[in-house]
């Protein structure tokens, strides 16, 4: 028997000064959200940026734990000083910090025994009783910890690496999206969306962004909703206000 | 007398779901930090990203209302359905949600009487007791209450605005920041870089973050401090480190 689909909510935890300060842009989060919707229907509902501070790291990852069906941790498990994730998730959950057996033979073979050095080491340490996640990449894994998935920091062994995180997800309803880039301003249309809105209050969101392109302005509109049915009937309204008012799309919509 | 500087922190509050679902990619969070830290000595400790919705955006501003000494919200401050940042933050302060006088003549000077309509109106309100953050380039203003400020979340809106957030913030200590970025692979100086971090524990703060540029490995080194001559002495030994265990640096470092 076919299981009907729940919605499944999920955040986002980026660990790392590097993203705070500016210095570095992150990359994770719109991978991450588009990943999860498009092949899991996974919605991520907030994100948090952190210090590397263990007290902050274990106060975030309780806190979200507590609120979402998934947590999905970036940064912080790598070899050095300030790579402090995977100590602070054992204190949060009162796990052993110690070395999983699997992820040790992984990167001892990886690296060779003669070149597998402390730093390396480092990396097969987790909370006791941590899933690996493995990394086709760069060998060291992530991991996952009742709800908590342990994720690097660099964008491209991230994602060298979500395909493995599949076996631990249950899949939710996937969100659908239209977009619509309008040659107009919000003030000229936010009577009639919000009417539109009104119509489809519990189906369909509406979200309405402005933006310059090539010195013109322009709004886009998303209609996003998990019922492709009530999407196609609120675009239908939608289009027709749009040709009623006389606004033109952007050519390369 | 000159006042000794202190530190102070900040948190940024990002309110729109095109962030949270991957669509649109956030520029405001390193302008701002960058900002902040380099103009005012501010220093942002945490970002969150959350949904338009009142009750989230309420709990969120109140929660970092009290733990930081600033917070800076991004985005739904228009005149769209979906731009309630404005009213929740009203109800986060039990203030009335009322045309404020001086937005109200901006914004009728800026789009003319017979222009200005309900969209453009509501973009006048906001919590009672509010102080106005100037708009140069898109004339609706932001506003500061308590210790909440409120801008657009369209970046070049944005960035032309925060020039009139000065007269509201008190001038902290800044960051500086030495960045080396290193021909080398992490685990291989991560014994010396603790030893490093330990020295300078309270005074410099050493990051450690691993890229892949042009098919080659690197580690970024970021030495933090608020204190130039701490600074330079964590300097002065990190370069003796890297050169006794002969690593390069890129060239366009």
């Not at 790392?16 to 570095?24: D, I, Q, Y």
């Not at 899991?40 to 263990?54: A, L, M, W």
């Not at 519990?202 to 309405?208: A, E, L, P, R």
Request: one cysteine or more; hydrophobic letters at 40%.
């Amino acid at each position: 028997m076919k299981k009907t689909k729940k919605k499944i909510n999920a955040a986002i935890l980026i660990i790392g000064n590097e993203v705070l300060s500016g210095r570095t842009q992150d990359a994770n989060v719109s991978f991450l959200s588009n990943w999860l919707n498009d092949n899991c229907g996974i919605t991520v509902e907030e994100v948090r940026i952190i210090q590397d501070i263990e007290k902050k790291i274990i106060l975030n990852v309780l806190d979200l734990s507590k609120k979402f069906n998934y947590v999905f941790t970036t940064g912080g498990i790598g070899p050095t000083h300030d790579d402090i994730t995977s100590l602070s998730i054992s204190r949060a959950f009162k796990a052993r910090y110690e070395f999983n057996k699997e992820a040790y033979q992984i990167l001892e073979k990886y690296y060779g025994k003669i070149n597998f050095n402390d730093g390396r080491k480092k990396m097969a340490k987790m909370p006791n009783g941590s899933s690996l996640i493995y990394n086709p990449s760069s060998a060291a894994p992530g991991f996952k910890i009742k709800n908590i998935f342990c994720l690097p920091g660099v964008p491209s062994i991230l994602q060298s690496m979500v395909g493995n995180l599949k076996i631990y997800l249950k899949n939710g309803l996937t969100t659908i999206n239209k977009n619509f880039n309008l040659e107009t301003v919000e003030s000229y249309i936010a009577f009639d969306l919000e009417k539109l809105q009104n119509k489809f209050l519990k189906t369909v969101n509406i979200g309405s962004y402005p933006f310059f392109r090539l010195g013109k302005v322009g709004v886009s509109i998303v209609l996003s909703s998990q019922s492709k049915i009530q999407l196609n009937a609120c675009e239908k309204k939608f289009i027709k206000m749009v040709k009623n008012k006389k606004i033109k799309l952007f050519k390369n919509n």
